[in-house]
């Protein structure tokens, strides 16, 4: 039997991960799953045909701790999905600027090097808005993303400056569609659009995310959510084995919010026929590469 194994944390206490839905069928077409942390040194990863990324969701604390390890993981004989190229590119919010220069339609996007709250307070009245959004250009799960109208930034300005002392910042106009609709998620396995979830924050919130208190719903797609979704994964190269395009409704249509290549939850608990069919794609593209 061949051997896979799921790149994860040390421990998951505190999130949810759907990803034990893809062992047997897994097991069903010869293949064992094992989950391993990315922070794990003693693992001989030439032990494996392949390591799928799948929850290493503390990576962003030490980016550059996880890329090594990756690098070390592509060094050996074991296949790294996704692609380390591909995580290099995504691993950085500034993938956004890329696919806006690829066409792509995007939440509008400016990044700083540092904290500043001069160029900060420009943004409102750039972007046309009351509220803006800052989060680290590296980050995961929400993590010190804050919401600001002008009066919160000059209140918070001295404790977000340390917080932002040495790092990348990304800033977007605050969209009222996710508070009002929801964020979209579509997934994509071997180039295939499998599911499609509605995510919604809780009453108060504006996160979306489960570990939030954020709630799921399967959807339908509208044919222009599926032609914004199809728009943003063909500008992906070279194609992954997965991938989860995040939307929200504009006023100039759907638009991309992030771009989830690394360790997306795929939310395999929403369509009981997505795990099999993640299956399916990994074993096409395994085919396609004779392993």
Not at 74 to 87: F, H, I, K, Q, W
Not at 228 to 257: C, H, N, Q, W
Request: hydrophobic share 45%; charged share 25%; net charge negative.
């Amino acid at each position: 039997m061949k051997s896979c194994a799921f790149l994860t944390m040390d421990s998951l206490e505190g999130f949810v991960c759907y990803d034990d839905l893809l062992i047997e069928p897994f097991r069903n077409i010869g293949w064992s799953v094992e989950s391993v942390s990315w922070q794990d040194a003693a693992v001989d990863w030439n032990a494996f045909e392949v390591v799928i990324i799948r929850s290493p969701w503390d990576y962003h604390h030490n980016p550059d701790a996880f890329l090594s390890v990756l690098k070390t993981i592509d060094a050996s004989s074991a296949l790294l999905e996704n692609a380390l190229e591909t995580v290099q590119w995504n691993l950085h919010k500034s993938y956004l600027l890329d696919l806006q220069n690829r066409g792509v339609p995007i939440v509008p996007t400016v990044l700083l090097k540092r904290f500043d709250k001069a160029a900060l307070q420009s943004l409102f009245g750039k972007f046309e808005t009351d509220k803006i959004v800052i989060k680290p250009a590296v980050s995961a799960t929400a993590k010190d993303t804050f919401r600001l109208t002008a009066s919160d930034l000059l209140d918070k300005s001295e404790s977000l400056e340390k917080l932002f002392l040495d790092r990348d910042i990304l800033i977007q106009p605050f969209v009222p569609a996710i508070v009002d609709e929801g964020e979209y998620s579509l997934f994509y396995f071997g180039g295939e659009l499998s599911h499609t979830v509605l995510k919604t924050p809780k009453d108060g919130s504006f996160f979306v995310q489960e570990e939030h208190g954020g709630m799921l719903k399967t959807v339908l797609p509208e044919p222009e959510l599926v032609s914004a979704g199809e728009k943003a994964y063909t500008a992906i190269s070279p194609a992954p084995l997965y991938a989860r395009v995040d939307l929200v409704r504009t006023d100039i249509g759907f638009a991309v919010m992030e771009l989830e290549l690394i360790e997306p939850s795929l939310y395999f608990n929403m369509d009981p026929n997505s795990p099999m069919r993640f299956v399916e794609a990994f074993e096409n593209r395994m085919k396609t590469l004779g392993i």
